[in-house]
């Protein structure tokens, strides 16, 4: 019998070259295998990606075969490349990432490369070296220099640069014809000079993504005798400055001091102060359509009341605030009906927060209990609103946790809450059981996620009781790991519930019961997908780690 025809691997080349660009990398490679055809599209899939670390393998290893093995990645490259341009292959994509051979030593390599792919039609190019002149043997360096032909590619519509990668002071001077260009991400990337990278984003009519982090400028200092000046990289970007992009949507910003952005259709905006101290400025004024504000590390100022008074009408399309180890007054008012979604992670000295947001759909804090428990009001809210609270917490501190949920106001929102708690061991074996009893019965919330608990029995039933004194989940996850929770506490936990007696019961008197004998059923089920019912044990068995056994409680 004939074999039937193949009818996939006779479907055009591009649709072929798009089923690849769907799959991961190495099973896009074994199709190569499969026949004369699927190696004939292998061969010309215009995604090209090359990593060091494929070549190189582990260490430690001896230096003659490190030395043998980067010679054989530069071929591979070099000649992979030269059979592209040679044919007139089109190359959409070059990944190039370098992590264990010194730039240095293949910078002439690479020049032929990028001038190779930028010569064949190139769309995205991300090119991830080592982080340059922290991580030099030789003393300071000055990166790998970017070729001007990079910033000559009209069809390059993505550029992502990382690593020891200088943007030379010459591109001040130079024609840069970034025409396609939306999304442009540079990270630890050394500037010639202060305005270079500037200069080079106001040469980009179409972008709509900037992302710039962990920038570097190199100061020249002087030389000794005659030696010839050199630079250093101890400066900062200090500030950054955007008008004239009608397409930007959304910047991310990291370690820039000030940062000034006239872009009618910005719609997100993310900043990071980064490691200085010294006061920032920020000015989006102009951008009346943001939408998204994330804000992290504002610890040189204090973030106020009335800031908060005069940033939703700047912004009257808001509707996501996320502020992240931020300083704050000991009490704010958050003012919207725009809003919907609330983050307040780590944020200092914050002792009450009263939200008037009835569209509001996601409120997140994040923080320690035990230092502070702030009273958390919400004056007006829907009732499609969702709680997330992630903490962590020392397990003497655990007696706290009841009075931080009843901060919470009204306790009625607190039905869709979900509690993630990280407990921090003691660092002693012999710590004696927190007693613990509550004045009130304790609020019914919708999920409490365990991520670590104390490894001694003991001390775990006592941190049972005290979160079951203070809430009422309707599931309760347990997170497996090794050392933050052992599969055998899980399985302690689960027998304790299942197999419950009046008289291991923790009520501290006649008078009133404990959410022990309220408890009336419990089942269990795996984060992983099982088809079918099995046992604790053989779930556990199964679990990778980090996933997560779900414990449904019924009262």
């Not at 230096?63 to 059979?83: G, M, Q, Y």
């Not at 030379?168 to 305005?195: C, Q, T, Y």
């Not at 613990?436 to 003991?458: A, G």
Request: hydrophobic share 40%; glycine share 4%.
């Amino acid at each position: 019998m004939e074999q039937e025809e193949d009818r996939l691997s006779n479907l055009p080349k591009i649709i072929l070259h798009n089923i690849l660009s769907k799959m991961p990398k190495k099973d896009a490679a074994r199709t190569s295998v499969l026949s004369k055809d699927w190696a004939d599209t292998w061969f010309t899939f215009p995604i090209l990606y090359f990593s060091d670390d494929i070549c190189t393998g582990t260490f430690p290893q001896p230096r003659a075969d490190f030395v043998r093995k980067t010679k054989n990645f530069i071929e591979h490259v070099k000649r992979t490349l030269l059979r592209f341009h040679d044919k007139g292959l089109a190359i959409k994509e070059f990944d190039l990432i370098v992590n264990n051979i010194d730039v240095r030593r293949m910078s002439k390599d690479i020049d032929l490369w990028l001038k190779l792919v930028s010569e064949s039609s190139l769309e995205v190019l991300d090119l991830r070296l080592p982080d340059g002149p922290h991580q030099d043997e030789e003393g300071p360096g000055e990166g790998y220099v970017l070729p001007k032909g990079v910033i000559e590619g009209k069809s390059l519509t993505k550029l992502v640069l990382m690593g020891g990668i200088r943007v030379d002071p010459a591109f001040m001077n130079h024609s840069v014809k970034l025409f396609s260009l939306r999304v442009l991400s540079l990270w630890a990337v050394i500037s010639g000079h202060e305005k270079a990278i500037e200069h080079l984003i106001s040469c980009c009519p179409l972008i709509e993504h900037i992302t710039l982090k962990c920038f570097s400028v190199l100061i020249p200092r002087r030389g000794i005798g005659n030696h010839i000046p050199q630079s250093d990289t101890d400066g900062v970007m200090k500030s950054l400055s955007m008008h004239g992009l009608q397409k930007l949507k959304t910047v991310d910003v990291q370690g820039i001091q000030e940062v000034y952005i006239d872009a009618p259709c910005l719609e997100n905006f993310n900043y990071c102060a980064g490691d200085f101290d010294a006061p920032f400025k920020i000015d989006l004024d102009r951008c009346k359509n943001l939408k998204v504000l994330d804000l992290l590390s504002l610890k040189s100022i204090t973030i106020t009341d009335n800031w908060f008074v005069d940033l939703f009408p700047k912004f009257p399309f808001l509707e996501s605030l996320k502020l992240d180890n931020c300083k704050m007054s000991d009490r704010i008012n958050i003012s919207s009906v725009q809003l919907k979604v609330l983050e307040l992670s780590n944020c200092s000295n914050l002792k009450e927060v009263n939200i008037d947001a009835p569209n509001l759909l996601s409120c997140r804090f994040c923080g320690r209990v035990g230092d502070s428990e702030p009273i958390i009001r919400f004056l007006r809210s829907s009732s499609q609103l969702e709680v997330d609270l992630q903490h962590t917490m020392h397990y003497l501190d655990l007696g706290n946790l009841w009075k931080f949920l009843q901060n919470i106001k009204p306790q009625n929102v607190l039905v869709l809450a979900s509690l993630s708690l990280f407990i921090v061991q003691p660092t002693v074996d012999a710590v004696t059981p927190v007693v613990f009893q509550v004045p009130s019965p304790p609020p019914r919330i919708k999920h409490l996620h365990l991520r670590s608990v104390p490894n001694n029995e003991i001390l775990f039933s006592s941190v049972l009781n005290i979160l079951l004194s203070s809430c009422c989940p309707a599931t309760i996850s347990l997170t497996w790991h090794p050392y933050f929770c052992r599969k055998s506490l899980i399985e302690f936990f689960y027998d304790k519930l299942m197999e419950r007696k009046d008289d291991d019961c923790f009520c501290s008197s006649t008078d009133t019961k404990c959410w022990w004998h309220g408890l009336k059923d419990m089942k269990i089920r795996s984060s992983m997908k099982i088809e079918e019912e099995v046992d604790l044990k053989t779930m556990l068995e199964s679990l990778p780690i980090r996933e997560n056994i779900n414990f449904m409680l019924e009262f």
